[in-house]
C-alpha cells in the first residue's frame, strides 16, 4: 500500500499560480499511472489530469483546466506534480492525487484509482 502526501496549496488571488506536489512512499510510484482529481464542497470528485508511467508526455486533462494546467512526474523523486496557472474562484476545490489500480477504467474515472492522499485546499479568490 502506497502512501501518498499532496502539499503546495494555499490562498491565491485569480490569475495567480500554484504548484501542488504529492509525495508517494511505502510502495511502487514509478510503474504506475497517476491522476489529480479535486472535490469542491456540495459537488462530486472530479478529474483533472492524469499521466502515464511509460511516456511522461503522455497526459491528459479535464476539460475546464485544459491549457492551464500542467501535470509532470519525477520518477527518482517519487513526485507528481501540478501546476496551476491562470486559476479562477471556480478552481476551488479540495486537490488530491491517486494512484492508478485499474486499467480496464477509463483513466478519468475515480474508480480506476485505489491509493489516493490526504488532499490539499486550493482556494482562488476574485
Known amino acids: 500500500q502506497v502512501q501518498l502526501v499532496e502539499s503546495g496549496g494555499g490562498l491565491v488571488q485569480a490569475g495567480g499560480s500554484l504548484r501542488l506536489s504529492c509525495v508517494a512512499s511505502g510502495g511502487t510510484f514509478s510503474t504506475y499511472d497517476m491522476g489529480w482529481f479535486r472535490q469542491a464542497p456540495g459537488k462530486e470528485r472530479e478529474f483533472v489530469a492524469a499521466i502515464t508511467w511509460t511516456s511522461a508526455t503522455n497526459t491528459r486533462y479535464g476539460d475546464t483546466v485544459q491549457g492551464r494546467f500542467t501535470i509532470s512526474r519525477d520518477n527518482a523523486k517519487n513526485t507528481l506534480y501540478l501546476q496551476m496557472n491562470s486559476l479562477k474562484p471556480e478552481d476551488t476545490a479540495v486537490y488530491y492525487c491517486?494512484?492508478?489500480?485499474?486499467?480496464?477504467?477509463?483513466?478519468?474515472?475515480?474508480?480506476?484509482?485505489?491509493?489516493w492522499g490526504q488532499g490539499t485546499q486550493v482556494t482562488v479568490s476574485s
Open positions: 491517486a494512484r492508478r489500480r485499474d486499467y480496464g477504467t477509463r483513466y478519468f474515472s475515480v474508480s480506476a484509482y485505489d491509493d
